[in-house]
Every structure is written in structure tokens, then in C-alpha cells.
């Protein structure tokens, strides 16, 4: 497989250690713009078929993983919201504990609601 227009660039990314802190890494990123040239092969499993709507299927799948992450960004906004609520009502109920119980809330907060992007690594060429 051939590729025009072919772009290199990183990216980085983070997720909660298992006690460790937060592991950062990079992501290499190829962007271009693919093509097929060949010859035709008897024991081959390919055919013209699988080529064809290969622009709207990859539409498809990335309106699928932009929903996928939305989803996710409202299930860590409700996640928010509600770790806020408990914290609210803490510092209501019992001044003294609610010091201590607002830290160890937020804190496993960020351990459990990591925001899930599904869609950035599927782009349309420009």
C-alpha cells in the first residue's frame, strides 16, 4: 500500500496510576491518504468489493465514536455533578468530617471519571 500526503505528528495522553501518579505517554500519529496497486492474485482474499463505500463506512464509524464520546463526557459530567451534590450535602450535615471527606471524594473522583475521546484518531484528509 502506497500513501500520498503522508503527515507525521505526536500527540500525548495521561491515565490514573495504580498509585503511582499519573502516567503520561506519546502517540504517534500518521495521517495520508491511502492506495492500492497491485496485481490481481488467485489465492488472494481481497476483492473490489471491500474497497468500495470505504469513504462512507469511515464516516459512519466516526459519527459512532463521536456519539461513543459524547456518552461519555455526559456519564463523567452526571459523575461530577454527583460527587458535588455528596460534597455539598457533607458540609451541611457535619463541618467537621466534611473537610477531610471533600478531599478523599475529589480524589477518587479523578481516579474514576477519565474522560474517553474514541473519535480524534480518525480524521477526513484535508
Known amino acids: 500500500?502506497?500513501?500520498f500526503n503522508m503527515e507525521y505528528y505526536k500527540t500525548t495522553g495521561s491515565e490514573a496510576g495504580t498509585g503511582?501518579?499519573?502516567h503520561y505517554y506519546t502517540i504517534h500519529n500518521f495521517r495520508g491518504r491511502p492506495a492500492n496497486i497491485?496485481?490481481?492474485s488467485l489465492t488472494g482474499n481481497?476483492?473490489?468489493n471491500d474497497l468500495v463505500r470505504i469513504n462512507e463506512n469511515a464516516k459512519k464509524l466516526k459519527s459512532e465514536l463521536i456519539m461513543?464520546?459524547?456518552a461519555a463526557k455526559n456519564k463523567r459530567l452526571i459523575f461530577w455533578l454527583v460527587l458535588l451534590s455528596?460534597?455539598?450535602l457533607t458540609w451541611?450535615?457535619?463541618k467537621d468530617i466534611a473537610v477531610p471527606v471533600s478531599i478523599g471524594l475529589i480524589v477518587v473522583?479523578?481516579?474514576l471519571s477519565h474522560a474517553t475521546d474514541y473519535d480524534s484518531w480518525l480524521e477526513e484528509m484535508r
Do not use: A, D, Q
Request: glycine share 16%.
Open 1 to 3: 500500500m502506497l500513501h
Open 92 to 94: 451541611l450535615i457535619n
Open 68 to 70: 461513543k464520546t459524547n
Open 46 to 48: 481481497f476483492s473490489k
Open 38 to 40: 497491485g496485481k490481481r
Open 20 to 22: 503511582n501518579g499519573t
Open 109 to 111: 473522583g479523578f481516579f
Open 86 to 88: 455528596i460534597i455539598g
